[in-house]
């Protein structure tokens, strides 16, 4: 199984501030990379696929990168509906493995 | 655009089989996806359990490969898991989601969840 790695796996930020997470695989996944948000009680949200690409309707203050094996997702100026878990998973193999969460709170 | 649902019982005792059906609309389970069950026990992270496409091909967790069987209905638009010899740690919001076929794209629609309890 291919291990992924987030850190940190909690951060206290304040609205605007530029928050970085990031993930490392424990092997190549190429681009295969994907980046959901989610909030308590909801299903995850899909935000980046393919290591950088946008998914539709995600606010552009999201940006990420990255291949091989880390990975990056940025929030250029936090919002206050921005603070939610943020997985990072891998499908670029099976069992496509996702990292433990990194919670954004509110300082 | 397509929905996912999730159903079925809300307990299962100990030992026994977990039973959950994904129904798709406003789309085709035959489209060129894969469907896929995911969990998360409670306060925990996410799990990815097994995937299948439309003809039948699958694929799962191996640290659950035994005890998963994840089939399509095509004549009812539905996905189905089912997981025998249930233990408290099966606990957990299931969750079903799309995801293309060429697993580039993300799981980029969700059903809602279910949630399953083991408990006697």
């Known amino acids: 199984d291919i291990q992924m790695t987030q850190s940190p796996s909690s951060l206290s930020a304040s609205v605007g501030d530029r928050v970085t997470i990031t993930c490392r695989a424990s092997?190549?996944?190429?681009?295969?990379l994907n980046w959901f948000q989610q909030k308590p009680g909801k299903a995850p949200k899909l935000l980046i696929y393919?290591?950088?690409s946008l998914q539709s309707g995600v606010p552009s203050r999201f940006s990420a990168s990255g291949s091989g094996t880390e990975f990056t997702l940025t929030i250029s100026s936090l919002q206050r509906e921005d603070f939610a878990t943020y997985y990072c998973?891998?499908?670029?193999?099976?069992?496509?493995?996702f990292g433990q969460g990194t919670k954004i709170e509110i300082k | 655009q397509v929905q996912l649902q999730e159903s079925g019982p809300g307990l299962v005792r100990p030992s026994g089989t977990l039973s959950l059906t994904c129904a798709v609309s406003g789309g085709s389970i035959s489209s060129d996806n894969w469907w896929t069950w995911v969990r998360q026990p409670p306060g925990k992270g996410l799990e990815w359990i097994a995937e299948?496409?439309?003809?039948?091909?699958?694929n799962s967790n191996p640290s659950l490969r035994s005890r998963v069987n994840i089939s399509v209905d095509k004549s009812k638009n539905q996905v189905s898991l089912k997981l025998t010899s249930v233990t408290a740690a099966d606990t957990a919001v299931y969750f079903c989601?799309?995801?293309?076929?060429?697993?580039?794209?993300?799981?980029?629609?969700w059903g809602q969840g279910t949630t399953v309890t083991v408990s006697s």
């Open positions: 989601a799309r995801d293309s076929s060429a697993h580039y794209y993300g799981l980029d629609v």
């Open positions: 092997q190549s996944v190429s681009t295969y």
């Open positions: 393919g290591a950088s």
């Open positions: 998973q891998q499908s670029y193999s099976t069992p496509r493995t």
């Open positions: 299948i496409y439309h003809s039948g091909s699958t």
